[in-house]
């Protein structure tokens, strides 16, 4: 994992677990003084449960891929954190690992067995014009600026033909249309790659998420066991319903862990009392005195 700043204000930071505290004082791992930034600002901290952004109380909200966190979201790689003009991207530590070589044709034409398991295969917007739109890859998807595009991307710096995303088998492929087509993946720049799930593809202002439950994760030949809980999911950035109290560095368990086990207690307590209940409207039936007529 590391942290770059693509507009120079501090040199990129490499971390594979901790935390990387953030603000405008000297102590700070990322000491950035004169940003405004509050003097412990934020943390960004790796656990055995994933990535976390956590920002101190007081401290103004950081806007991750273009929305606000007050308090706690997780993190992926590919993300983009903007501390007002400062900007934080989380990439890749080997820029090798994606690969660039692509199948030369087009995808075969599915069958209707293949489209139903295709269906499965996404494209998530993240930010940008395309926020909270789903693009299925059972038919090639093409990005660019042109009214002919599939994922028009209103951006005058971008072709009329960027980019096509394509569903080869079991994978998914990136194809620059136009040599000169520059997009990022997990915030390397590339033309053409073999995408993973979970992978963040952006083009200018546009994010999107690569969803693909099933397909081999990066770097494996084998695919992800049917219910098996892999990093395919969407995250959002959520504000956190537990206080994060600055001297901690432990991020809170989500609210859901304990539900489990307080929801099956609640449950044995209202069968008892029902069941009390149910005793006490007998006994009063069966032996309260009968008046006389």
């Not at 790796?46 to 979201?73: E, F, M, T, Y």
């Not at 990022?184 to 693909?212: K, Y």
């Not at 609640?266 to 007529?293: D, K, N």
Request: with cysteine.
């Amino acid at each position: 994992m590391q942290l770059s700043f693509p507009n120079g204000e501090h040199r990129d930071v490499n971390f594979e677990t901790g935390e990387v505290t953030i603000g405008s004082r000297p102590d700070m791992l990322v000491s950035l003084p004169k940003s405004g930034l509050s003097s412990h600002h934020a943390s960004i901290i790796a656990d055995r449960r994933g990535l976390w952004l956590k920002v101190l109380p007081g401290s103004q909200a950081i806007h991750l891929n273009g929305r606000p966190v007050k308090q706690l979201a997780m993190l992926r790689v590919g993300d983009l954190l903007c501390f007002d003009q400062i900007r934080i991207q989380l990439r890749d530590t080997d820029a090798k690992a994606i690969q660039r070589n692509i199948p030369e044709n087009a995808p075969h034409t599915l069958n209707e067995t293949q489209q139903v398991s295709a269906a499965r295969v996404l494209l998530r917007g993240l930010s940008g014009q395309h926020f909270g739109r789903i693009y299925g890859l059972v038919n090639p998807q093409l990005l660019g600026s042109g009214v002919n595009a599939d994922i028009v991307i209103e951006d005058a710096s971008v072709a009329e033909k960027h980019a096509q995303i394509e569903l080869h088998g079991d994978k998914v492929v990136l194809r620059a249309v136009n040599p000169q087509s520059i997009s990022f993946v997990n915030g390397i720049p590339v033309t053409d790659a073999l995408l993973s799930p979970g992978d963040q593809i952006v083009i200018e202002q546009s994010r999107f998420m690569l969803e693909a439950p099933g397909l081999p994760l990066r770097g494996r030949d084998v695919a992800v066991p049917s219910g098996t809980v892999a990093h395919t999911q969407t995250i959002q950035a959520v504000k956190s319903k537990t206080p994060v109290e600055h001297r901690s560095t432990q991020v809170e368990e989500p609210e859901t862990a304990q539900h489990g086990s307080e929801d099956t207690s609640a449950l044995w307590w209202l069968i008892a009392a029902a069941a009390i209940l149910a005793a006490s409207l007998t006994a009063l039936l069966v032996y309260a005195p009968r008046g006389g007529l």
